[in-house]
């Protein structure tokens, strides 16, 4: 449908009854592509014309490491967070994603996120890699790299809803569904922003993964939090962080490992790089020194908590835009984080929701914020409000929308499913005795 908002500028939405319909019609037809998977090439790691670039090359691979090292990360950043008796438990859900996700990504979810395939889902034209050799280049790296580099965002991605759900779903459980949501919400929301697919075909700006990670990620854990409930005791007793040591030192791992995620985005060791470098560090200083700042009033002391939430806040909410803003304005965007997140991890309180580690208000709310921004602040490489293309905030703000509506719904109806043939959730026997012990026999301390 066509809607104009702002005079002289008209823009054309696809309607979402349709894009669904495409979706499932492109789910339908993936058999039939895979037994043509030899005959057909995928979009992504065709042969291209442009000769190999080492320099590029050794780039996205080390940006490949880096952000690898954010998913051990982000277990010791979890883990610190919760009671001792399930520091172990944390931890597994960020090591599994990188066991189950590791091979889902290499069998067919590269395939599904940048197959050629339509509008709204890749094939299985490179299930098991089959197209690919050492020869095969995407741009001017190697193609393998390429792949690995783009794995290593779908492993941490729902490794971050696990946040939301700590210290009470089964393992069980969550490991059936790293494998479904990975397979139905991640691979097609990667698809549609990055791999050819409907908001990349539309003009979405997406750097490195505001809505395809964070805002995935986020609006998903609200969902998985609203289905298993509220943690016994929550909100009378107090959940106190067992371990904020180990708290930073995941915060010092996830915000090292960022620079890959951001710069390694650019693809190559360019211009682009440096500038999604400069504003990926200008973001988090100015949100971790934001919400330090909310808490110093509102508090009257800071928190290392706080100081660490705001710093991954202002790297979230940059990072759909890391190259595509200057740093003047990618400090607003990280001043504005440590605010609008603040906030919004306190909406939980309002709502009931027991969303633990926080992931909806600065994951969700987060990524939300940071491709709204884009659309408003981007200069460079694509224009936003600021450089009067209102068009692209419009963009911004439906592809936010479609994104959010689409991973919240297919991660509910998952969890339902789940939920009444397995089980979502532990006995309260095993929640008060410490999932660590319950679910894998061991303690995180032997004290």
């Known amino acids: 449908m066509s809607l104009q908002i702002i005079p002289g500028v008209s823009m054309r939405f696809p309607a979402y009854p349709r894009m669904m319909n495409g979706l499932w019609a492109g789910w339908l037809a993936l058999p039939a592509v895979l037994l043509a998977a030899g005959e057909t090439g995928a979009q992504e790691t065709a042969p291209a014309a442009a000769a ?63 197959g050629k395939g339509n509008a709204f889902i890749g094939d299985f034209s490179q299930f098991l890699l089959v197209d690919m050799s050492i020869d095969t280049l995407n741009g001017t790296i190697p193609a393998f790299i390429f792949m690995w580099f783009q794995g290593m965002f779908a492993i941490i991605t729902p490794a971050l809803i696990s946040g939301a759900i700590a210290e009470r779903m089964k393992f069980s459980a969550y490991v059936v569904f790293l494998v479904a949501w990975a397979t139905v919400v991640y691979d097609p929301v990667a698809h549609w922003v990055w791999g050819g697919g409907w908001l990349q075909e539309w003009g979405a700006l997406d750097f490195a993964g505001g809505t395809v990670v964070h805002l995935s990620s986020g ?38 490992g960022w620079f890959g995620f951001n710069s390694g985005s650019a693809l190559a060791a360019n211009g682009t ?79 009931g929701l027991d969303d633990s580690l926080d992931v909806v208000g600065i994951h969700g709310l987060g990524g939300a914020w940071g491709a709204i921004g884009t659309g408003i602040f981007a200069s460079i490489g694509g224009t936003g409000l600021i450089m009067g293309n209102a068009a692209q905030l419009l963009k911004q703000m439906a592809g936010v929308g479609a994104v959010a509506a689409y991973a919240f719904a297919l991660t509910y109806a998952l969890g339902f499913l ?14 008060v005795i410490g999932l660590d012990r319950e679910l894998h026999g061991e303690v995180g301390y032997n004290i």
């Open 418 to 431: 789940i939920d009444k043939t397995m089980g979502l959730r532990v006995d309260e026997e095993q929640e």
């Open 273 to 351: 790089a440096a500038l999604a470098f400069c504003t990926t560090m200008t973001a988090s200083a100015a949100a971790a020194l934001s919400w330090m700042m909310m808490e110093w009033v509102f508090h009257k002391r800071p928190s290392a908590l706080g100081l660490g939430s705001g710093s991954i806040a202002g790297l979230v909410v940059i990072t759909p835009a890391a190259g595509y803003v200057t740093p003047a304005c990618a400090l607003v965007l990280g001043l504005s984080a440590g605010v609008i997140c603040y906030y919004g991890i306190r909406l939980k309180f309002k709502l």
């Open 52 to 114: 190999l670039n080492s320099g590029d090359a050794a780039w996205v691979l080390l940006s490949t490491a880096l952000v690898m090292i954010m998913t051990p990360g982000l277990a010791l950043f979890y883990s610190g967070m919760v009671q001792k008796k399930n520091a172990l438990s944390s931890m597994m859900h960020s090591f599994a994603a990188l066991a189950i996700i590791g091979v889902q990504w290499v069998v067919f979810g590269y395939s599904l996120a940048f």
């Open 219 to 256: 609006v998903s854990a609200l969902a998985l939090a609203s289905l298993l409930g509220k943690r016994l005791g929550y909100p009378g007793e107090s959940f106190v962080p067992h371990n904020m040591t180990m708290n930073l030192i995941g915060v010092a791992l996830l915000w090292f």
